[in-house]
């Protein structure tokens, strides 16, 4: 019999810790709803103390969600402790993650405690949480770089004083696979009541090493591990969930644990995920990247034609890519239409939203002949940005003029607020000429820190997806858009990214100083 591998979903909590990620409520429901239709174990909703906002958006995960647990993320503090409480009283299924430091340079330096000043705290902080919960998590943060007997001695004291999980985070992802795993399975053979309690990883990205150290730390013992959709996260990211549930289970060999994730959710759940985030997902990445199982020489073509294992590992189908790309045109039904995207993984909460979808690919089959799987996924992504998004502006028109030897130049016209408002600019190029036409009725202040551009599909007809991130004092957002006229799309991400900066609140990052 194997054991259970507990997945723990961070996507809405470290991931939005990722610059640009912040979630609005509303996104934060619908990324849930997909974790949960994915049977991943413990979502991790949030840090509520960080602002009002913050708190309703895990207070109404908990209340939406009814299959999967949800967390709240807590400091080792009452009133961080009290705030997570709250926002999960109606939630099916509640668990408070508390978490202190344990390494002498985050003690020394960023709490000024001492380690049984630190350990004092920690006891209490579980003691707490437990008031409010039987289901509490307790991290050791910066684990991977503390000394052991502490960590030993103050995860005694924890499972002691009520925490069921014990989280032992990499949290500056200093680790390698052979010397973390190690780790994990000392601290397993070395605390006394360690049998009270799930042992968990946490492993950021900061070297590469997240998925190859929290597989090393499930090889040792550890039976949860917190990841999160397309490694999203912290700086480098974290551990990316579809990486670490099809190699436990493509490597059943290896791993001696199960997890009871729905596989074939994880390609949508990708695509949602990075819609929302505007985090574009690379080709090349493992799984969910766009090249991931597309064989290019004609010699693994060829291989993989007479025996598809010659060089698959995995089915494409099971991760969530669609067996056939079956396409579709101006001539596809409604019916047709919602039949391929439910095979995809989307159903439609309203007639209405449906409708509203179908109108948009009858748009887009109008540019384009051939319309696949991809745009599908890309029409519903870009709903779901409008839906998610409060959207105070809205592009009603642009025209660009672009011509050998002349200075592009661009009229739009935006909804602002009720009100439609016009501008136009000249610019180095037409996206620069489009962008700064926007900037003529929006002086949002704000600065460009990236834009880029990827082809959602191939062919010179493709949709061109365009992620922007916008800087203004020192809140950062990314905005996403999709069109077949890549000035448009980047009209679009610009307005989505614009929304966000006017529309979201400054908040509190969880592993700040004060403690
Ligand atoms: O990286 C980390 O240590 C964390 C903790 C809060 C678990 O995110
Ligand atoms: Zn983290």
């Not at 979630?23 to 909703?45: F, G, S």
């Not at 960023?110 to 409010?132: G, H, I, N, T």
């Not at 996403?480 to 679009?492: F, H, L, P």
Request: with cysteine; glycine share 8%; aromatic share 4%.
């Amino acid at each position: 019999m194997s054991d259970k591998l507990i997945i723990f979903d961070t996507t809405l909590r470290d991931g939005e810790q990722s610059p640009g990620a912040s979630m609005t409520r509303a996104a934060k429901v619908r990324i849930a709803k997909a974790l949960e239709k994915m049977r991943v174990d413990v979502i991790e909703a949030g840090f509520p103390i960080a602002s009002q906002g913050d708190f309703e958006a895990v207070q109404a995960v908990a209340r939406t969600i009814k299959d999967s647990t949800v967390c709240g993320l807590a400091r080792a503090l009452d009133k961080d402790i009290d705030r997570v409480g709250e926002a999960l009283k109606d939630a099916n299924s509640s668990r408070i993650h508390t978490f202190i430091a344990t390494s002498p340079i985050h003690m020394e330096h960023k709490l000024r405690m001492s380690p049984d000043k630190v350990l004092e705290q920690a006891v209490y902080a579980v003691k707490r949480a437990r008031k409010y919960t039987d289901n509490v998590e307790f991290s050791a943060e910066d684990a991977g770089r503390s000394e052991m007997d502490f960590l030993c001695r103050i995860i005694e004291a924890a499972i002691s004083a009520g925490a069921t999980t014990i989280n032992i985070p990499d949290t500056v992802g200093y680790n390698v696979p052979d010397q973390f795993g190690a780790k994990v399975r000392e601290i397993i053979e070395r605390v006394p009541n360690a049998d009270k309690a799930v042992f968990s990883v946490h492993c950021h990205n900061d070297l590469g090493l997240a998925v190859a150290n929290s597989l090393s730390a499930v090889i040792n013992g550890a039976r949860q591990v917190e990841c999160t959709i397309n490694g999203l996260g912290e700086r480098a990211g974290n551990a990316s969930l579809e990486e670490i549930v099809m190699a436990v289970r493509t490597r059943s060999d290896v791993f001696s644990c199960v997890s009871d994730i729905d596989t074939t959710q994880i390609v949508p759940t990708s695509r949602l995920v990075s819609g929302i985030t505007g985090f574009a997902v690379q080709p090349n990445k493992a799984i969910v990247g766009a090249n991931a199982f597309a064989h290019e020489s004609g010699i693994h073509q060829d291989g993989v034609l007479k025996s598809r294992e010659t060089y698959e590992i995995m089915r494409a189908e099971d991760v969530g890519w669609s067996a056939n790309r079956m396409v579709m045109g101006k001539h596809s039904g409604r019916n047709a239409f919602r039949s391929r995207l439910q095979e995809l993984g989307t159903t439609f909460e309203s007639e209405e939203e449906l409708n509203e979808a179908f109108s948009r690919f009858k748009d887009l089959a109008d540019k384009k002949h051939e319309i696949f799987d991809e745009d599908l996924q890309s029409l519903v992504t870009e709903a779901n940005l409008e839906s998610t998004v409060n959207e105070s502006i809205k592009l009603v028109a642009l025209k660009v003029c672009s011509e050998t030897g002349e200075t592009p130049h661009a009229d739009i016209t935006l909804w602002v607020e009720g009100e439609e408002k016009s501008g136009c600019s000249s610019g180095g190029g037409p996206v620069d000429a489009a962008l700064k036409a926007i900037d003529s009725i929006i002086d949002s202040g704000s600065e460009l820190l990236l834009y880029s551009v990827n082809n959602i599909t191939s062919g010179t007809d493709s949709q061109g997806e365009v992620t922007v991130r916008l800087e203004k004092a020192g809140r950062i957002v990314n905005g996403q858009g999709a069109d077949t006229d890549i000035v448009i799309a980047s009209a679009k991400a610009y307005i989505n990214a614009l929304n966000k900066l006017l529309t979201t609140a400054p908040r509190a990052h969880p592993q700040g100083g004060d403690v």
